[in-house]
C-alpha cells in the first residue's frame, strides 16, 4: 500500500534545494566545496532593517496578525507598487505570504483546476513546474535557447495556446538565466494574450531590484494585463532577506480574497515582527539595496570573463538576477577516462565530485543542456571556483 499521495510521490525534490543540500553534505566530510548551487545573497540583511524587527518584538508584536498582512504593510506596498511599478493596487489588493514562494503556490491553487494548462517560457524556475503539478495542472515548456538569449518570441508564445491553456507563469529579471524583458518584448507577448482574455499571468519580479539593463517593467502596467496578472514580489533577494520568509503578490480583489482564503487555512498568514521590518525595508535607505546590486554586477562581469575562456560552453549576457546558465552542450560525449557527461546533470555532478564546486543542472530549469551557477557568492569565491572549474573541463576529451 502506497502511504504517500500520488500527488506527492509523483512531485520532484527542489533541486535548488538538493544540490545545496549535497554541497552542505560534502563540506560535513571535511572537503572544500564552493556553493554556487543555491541563489541566496551572500549579504546580511540590512541593519535598519533588522533593528525594525528587534524593537517589533521588544514592542510586543508577538500575536497573530490579519491573514493578508498587517494593513500598515500592505499600504507600505501599495506605495511601493506605485512608486517603482507605476502600478495602483489598493491593500485589498495585496497578500502578504510566507515567501514569494508561498505567493506563487496561492495564485495556482487560487486559479488552476485539474487539466488546465500553464505555459512555462523556458527555462523557467524550478518551483513553478513542482507547484503546477500539485494543482494538478500540466505545464507545457516554451524553450528559448540560448542563441535568442533565452527569450520566447510571440509567435512561440500564441503556437503553444490551446482552449485550456489558463496561465503564464515568468521571472523578469529571470532565474536561471538573468535575461531581462524589456518594454518593447513585453509589448509583444502582450499583443498575442490580448487575443486570449482566459489567460492569465503570474509575473514574478523578485530580481527587480538587481537590474542592470535599465528600468524593470510590470508587465501588470500594460493596461489590458492589469486584470489579469498576479504581480510577484518579495524580500528575499533585493533586501537578503532569504530566511525572514516574506514575499507578497498584488492582483485583483477577487484573486487577492481567494489567496487570503486559501492562506487562512494554510499558515493564518506570516510572520508579525517580519512584517514591521518588511515595512522599514519598503520605505527605509535603498543604499544598501543598490550597493548589493553594483556588487552583483561586477561578480557578474568576472564570472563572463572566467566562462568566455571555456571553449565548450556558451552563455548569454545576464541582464538581471545573479545566476549565469551556460549552455554547455558542446562538452557531452566527453569523458574523464571514468564517467562520460551525457547532460547538464552529469557535468554538474562532474564538478561537484572533481572540481568540488555545487551548480545546479538545467533539466529541472526546463533546459539540460545547460548549468546554472549563482555568483551572490564572494570574488574570491568566483575566481577559485572558476580556476578549478576549468582545470577539471581541460581533463574532458
Ligand atoms: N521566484 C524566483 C524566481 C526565485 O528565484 C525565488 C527564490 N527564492 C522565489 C521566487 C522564492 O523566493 P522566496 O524566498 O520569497 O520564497
Ligand atoms: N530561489 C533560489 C534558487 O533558485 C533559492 C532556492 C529555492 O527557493 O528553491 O536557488
Known amino acids: 500500500m502506497n502511504v504517500l499521495s500520488n500527488r506527492v510521490s509523483s512531485m520532484v ?16 566530510k571535511g572537503v572544500d566545496v564552493i556553493n554556487l548551487s543555491l541563489g541566496e545573497p551572500d549579504f546580511d540583511t540590512p541593519q535598519h532593517i533588522k533593528d525594525a524587527a528587534v524593537k517589533a518584538l521588544a514592542d510586543g508584536q508577538t500575536k497573530y496578525t490579519p491573514v493578508s498582512g498587517l494593513l500598515e504593510l500592505r499600504e507600505a506596498i501599495s506605495r511601493k507598487f506605485l512608486r517603482d511599478n507605476g502600478l495602483h493596487y489598493a491593500p485589498d489588493q495585496i497578500v502578504v505570504s510566507t515567501g514569494a514562494k508561498q505567493s506563487i503556490a496561492n495564485a ?29 495542472a500540466k505545464w507545457i515548456e516554451i524553450l528559448a535557447p540560448v542563441e535568442q538569449h533565452y527569450k520566447i518570441t510571440p509567435e512561440q ?42 489567460i492569465h499571468v503570474i509575473s514574478d519580479e523578485i530580481y527587480e531590484y538587481i537590474n542592470y539593463a535599465g528600468k524593470h517593467v510590470s508587465i501588470a502596467s500594460f493596461k489590458s494585463m492589469y486584470d489579469r496578472t498576479i504581480t510577484v514580489n518579495g524580500f528575499s533577494k533585493g533586501f537578503a532577506m532569504t530566511g525572514w520568509r516574506l514575499g507578497y503578490i498584488g492582483t485583483t480583489k477577487e484573486i487577492a480574497q ?21 515595512i522599514a525595508a519598503l520605505d527605509g535607505d535603498m543604499g544598501p539595496t543598490m550597493a548589493m546590486r553594483e556588487a552583483y554586477q561586477r561578480r557578474k562581469t568576472l564570472v563572463m570573463n572566467h566562462i568566455a575562456d571555456i571553449a565548450d560552453w556558451k552563455c548569454n549576457d545576464p541582464e538581471g ?17 571514468k564517467s562520460i557527461i551525457k547532460n547538464g546533470n552529469d557535468l554538474a555532478l562532474y564538478l561537484l565530485e572533481n572540481a568540488h564546486v555545487a551548480s545546479v543542472g538545467g533539466d529541472s530549469f526546463g533546459d539540460e543542456n545547460c ?3 549563482s555568483y551572490a557568492a564572494s570574488e574570491d569565491n568566483i575566481n577559485k571556483a572558476f580556476a578549478r572549474i576549468k582545470e577539471a573541463m581541460a581533463k574532458l576529451k
Open 371 to 373: 548549468l546554472r551557477f
Open 321 to 337: 538576477a545573479f545566476y549565469a546558465f551556460p549552455n554547455v552542450s558542446r562538452c557531452f560525449g566527453k569523458t574523464d577516462g
Open 13 to 28: 525534490e527542489s533541486a535548488t534545494l538538493l544540490m545545496a543540500r549535497m554541497a552542505r553534505e560534502l563540506r560535513g
Open 108 to 136: 495556482c491553487l487560487a486559479l488552476l483546476d485539474k487539466d488546465d494548462e500553464v505555459l512555462l517560457p523556458s527555462p523557467y524556475w524550478v518551483s513553478y513546474a513542482a507547484i503546477a503539478h500539485l494543482c494538478e
Open 157 to 198: 508564445l500564441e503556437a503553444h495556446i490551446t482552449p485550456k491553456t489558463k496561465l503564464v507563469i515568468f521571472s523578469s529579471p529571470c532565474n536561471p538565466t538573468g535575461s531581462v524583458l524589456s518594454h518593447d518584448e513585453l509589448a509583444g507577448l502582450v499583443a498575442v494574450l490580448e487575443k486570449y482574455p482566459r
Open 258 to 278: 481567494a489567496c487570503d482564503k486559501i492562506q487562512g487555512q494554510f499558515t493564518s498568514g506570516t510572520c508579525s515582527f517580519n512584517q514591521i521590518a518588511a
